[in-house]
């Protein structure tokens, strides 16, 4: 359509110039060959001359193809818009015969009404000719005028009034030719035009479409009306002057504002998507002029007489100049500070202005012997602007096919969600069935040693001195309290439920952690002659639910003195692993088969052996230590040969790095925190502000993570609550999430909440969590 439409071409024999009146085209081959009629011709101000008569003796000169009010007369006057002339031509033929194809003339507009006549006689007219606006009217009808010229002589007179339009005279060029090569050439325009016109008209419906396929393309709509007005543009501008060859001549006048109509359009729609690229203040403010602007021009448009109508929107026209600098200063700044598609804006608004600085030369010039580029100019600057609607739509679709595809997998995964939620609520039905085995498991290894003791203070009470009585009296009396403190840790059952086990974490010394549990141990480890020897060069802090840590690290070591042989030693020693934080205990006593050990840690409730002192246990240690390792991501691994020893290493991550992640969505909070676990953060989840409160009042994690949008406490409450509370030198980065949050910006209201030096950053709950996760990381750098 580009290239159909192209009207940019080198027209044949631009040499051949009329001069004095006078054109002389025997040497042209009118076989195939069509030549315009440009150059002086004779013109006579205010006369209509007889056509068949001798030019008068006063002759003046004129340019056509050029308006008569843009021209100088011999006193270096211009000559106003409105009035008439006569303009006269002599052509010379080449010699023919009867025989031959006759010639035959395509007369543009001739503004704005004319009778043509071809050697005296009357071959056409256009509207009607008058020496006063009263009687004059107006017709822009293209004509193809057949001629039936008998000699080598074409006399062509033209009388031409005007009292309508600014562009007066023969502004258009007329061609001469081969009556068939005239029909092809305006067979082809017109073809072409209407091409024009329906390409138009689907590309209108379709930025249509495209804005009620997704509202959020509002430029798209506007699209749509710049399309609509060039297709307005192109019915009546074109030079098939489509609509008016449709129409009589009482609809001319309409036509011409109708056509005014179309350009305002083009200019406030297409102005509107270019100046608001950059999207600075300077330019929004220029919209408001270009609205008013626009308003004003269109009820120009309506309502000025006829009288004024030409040389008041010619103004405006002019005027509108000032707007596509403005576009193009707008786009600049839009390629500078890198605006989506600025660049294709850019070029195409550069070519298009360069495109209208030619066609003003070539118009002022035809004797360059090019013709105009016309609408092809307005064609460079709107394509891009399709493309890039184009290209907003592809993306709005793969972005739709994504979120389908996305969609799809997460209901995927939330079935096998359920499935695994279901079994982790039996897993928790099961541990709550067995839950007075595990007190008793964890409780009857003190309480044997205190009454060990006690039976042997009260087998040999009268031989045990004074201070042995003490001694053991206050070894009993730390394995009570022990015992006790521990019933009230284990005695809270809803700790484990069907989501597992409840982590309330906290930063801590892990070797104080292990003095505690030694200290608790020693009783029992004293009446087997076991020595417990420890070594920690380290001073390792975790964060972690300290009593859960506590208890895997007592039932391990309770095993290792269970099943040491009497006057053995347990091993216990601390230190850093790469990424994780490594507590080995060791043991010399009966050892585990590789069976045994796949057993007790698995889910299947087995029969415990019995100790080398003949204790008994439940069969449960290592499957709730290996539960509490799960739910903070650590490792157990288990080493043991029959009848030498086991070794036991529990893993846990060494990171402080930790994040309070607080929304009340289940499903989207354990996927974020799954991802940013395998980021090495430490997780401490929460489902609503009160919770997220209660953390806080126990741990000071590195960033927090709140949704906006909560039951009871939400995100906004939760952190002017944590600001009030704070200490001053806990200064935590916090980014708050929702799903009505944009993909970007739409953080102004923070600056309403008094929020927006303590957010970090508000970011959308669309994106995918590891994306989520690499933008939280990206901020927090």
């Known amino acids: 359509m580009f290239l159909g439409t192209t009207s940019c071409r080198f027209d044949a024999y631009p040499t051949l110039l009329a001069k004095d009146g006078v054109v002389d085209v025997q040497t042209v081959d009118f076989s195939g060959e069509t030549i315009n009629l440009t150059g002086k011709w004779e013109f006579y101000w205010n006369e209509f001359l007889d056509p068949k008569g001798n030019s008068p003796e006063h002759k003046s000169y004129l340019s056509v193809g050029v308006p008569w009010f843009s021209q100088e007369n011999e006193d270096g006057e211009e000559y106003p818009s409105f009035g008439f002339g006569t303009y006269r031509l002599t052509v010379i033929l080449p010699n023919s015969d009867s025989n031959e194809e006759p010639f035959a003339l395509s007369v543009p507009a001739l503004h704005s009404a004319y009778k043509i006549f071809v050697n005296g006689e009357l071959v056409a007219e256009n509207g009607t000719t008058s020496t006063t606006q009263e009687f004059h009217r107006p017709s822009f009808h293209t004509k193809i005028i057949p001629l039936m010229v008998v000699s080598n002589k074409l006399d062509l007179v033209i009388h031409i009034s005007n009292f309508s339009h600014k562009y007066a005279g023969i502004h258009g060029l007329i061609r001469l030719g081969k009556l068939q090569n005239i029909i092809h050439i305006w067979n082809v325009n017109f073809t072409m035009s209407w091409i024009i016109m329906i390409f138009m008209t689907f590309l209108a419906i379709y930025h249509a479409l495209v804005f009620f396929i997704n509202r959020s393309e509002k430029n798209a709509l506007r699209m749509s009306f710049v399309y609509l007005g060039i297709l307005i543009l192109s019915s009546t501008l074109m030079e098939t002057r489509i609509l008016y060859n449709l129409l009589s001549d009482e609809f001319s006048i309409p036509l011409f504002r109708f056509s005014r109509i179309g350009f305002v359009l083009v200019l406030y729609f297409g102005g509107y998507i270019v100046l608001n690229m950059p999207q600075m203040r300077f330019f929004k403010r220029m919209l408001i002029f270009l609205k008013i602007y626009a308003l004003i021009f269109l009820f120009v448009v309506m309502f000025t007489p006829v009288s004024h109508l030409a040389d008041i929107s010619f103004c405006f026209e002019i005027l509108s100049g000032a707007f596509v600098i403005l576009g193009l200063l707008s786009v600049s700044l839009a390629l500078y500070f890198h605006r989506k598609e600025s660049r294709l804006y850019f070029f195409s608004l550069l070519l298009a202005i360069i495109g209208g600085l030619i066609d003003i030369l070539l118009i002022a010039n035809p004797t360059f012997g090019y013709r105009p580029l016309g609408l092809v100019s307005l064609y460079l600057f709107i394509f891009p602007q399709t493309l890039g ?328 409450s939760l952190i002017h609550e944590w600001e009030g509370r704070r200490h001053t030198n806990q200064k935590i980065p916090i980014i708050l999430i929702s799903s009505d949050a944009p993909l970007s910006g739409g953080d102004k209201f923070l600056e309403e909440e008094g929020l927006e030096t303590i957010v970090s950053a508000y970011l959308s709950k669309m994106y995918k969590a590891e994306d989520l996760c690499q933008q939280i990381e990206s901020i927090l750098e």
């Open 389 to 716: 609607v184009t290209f907003g739509l592809v993306r709005v679709y793969k972005r739709s096919e994504s979120l389908s595809k996305e969609l799809y997998k997460r209901k995927e995964a939330l079935e096998k969600k359920v499935k695994a939620r279901t079994l982790e609520l039996e897993k928790a039905n099961r541990w709550k069935a067995n839950f007075v085995s595990l007190i008793s498991h964890d409780l009857r290894s003190p309480l044997n040693s205190v009454n060990q003791i006690l039976d042997v203070i009260d087998f040999s009470f009268s031989e045990t001195t004074a201070e042995e009585k003490k001694k053991f009296l206050e070894i009993c009396k730390t394995g009570v309290t022990q015992s006790l403190r521990m019933l009230e840790q284990l005695l809270d059952v809803s700790r484990f439920d069907a989501f597992g086990t409840k982590l309330i974490q906290s930063q801590f010394c892990v070797n104080e952690l292990l003095n505690e549990i030694i200290e608790s141990v020693e009783p029992l480890a004293t009446l087997k002659g076991i020595r417990i020897q420890k070594e920690t060069p380290i001073q390792a802090e975790i964060i972690a639910d300290r009593t859960l840590i506590g208890e895997v690290f007592k039932n391990i070591l309770t095993n290792s003195i269970k099943y040491s042989y009497l006057n053995s030693e347990v091993w216990i020693g601390l230190s850093y692993k790469g990424k994780w934080l490594s507590v080995e205990i060791r043991d010399r006593g009966l050892g585990m088969s590789e069976e045994q050990i796949h057993r007790l840690t698995g889910e299947e409730t087995i029969k415990s052996l019995p100790g080398t002192a003949g204790e008994r246990g439940t069969g449960l240690g290592l499957q709730l230590c290996n539960n509490i390792l799960e739910a903070h991501f650590g490792k157990l691994r288990i080493k043991s040969v029959l009848g030498v020893g086991s070794s036991f290493e529990i893993s846990l991550s060494k990171s402080t790095k930790s994040v309070l992640l607080v929304d009340d969505s289940g499903n989207f909070r354990s996927d974020l925190a799954e991802v940013m676990r395998r980021n090495q953060w430490i997780v401490i989840e929460a489902g609503n502000g009160e919770e997220a409160l209660s953390h806080l009042s126990r741990i000071t994690p590195s960033l927090i993570i709140t949704d906006l949008h909560m039951p009871g406490m939400n995100g906004i």
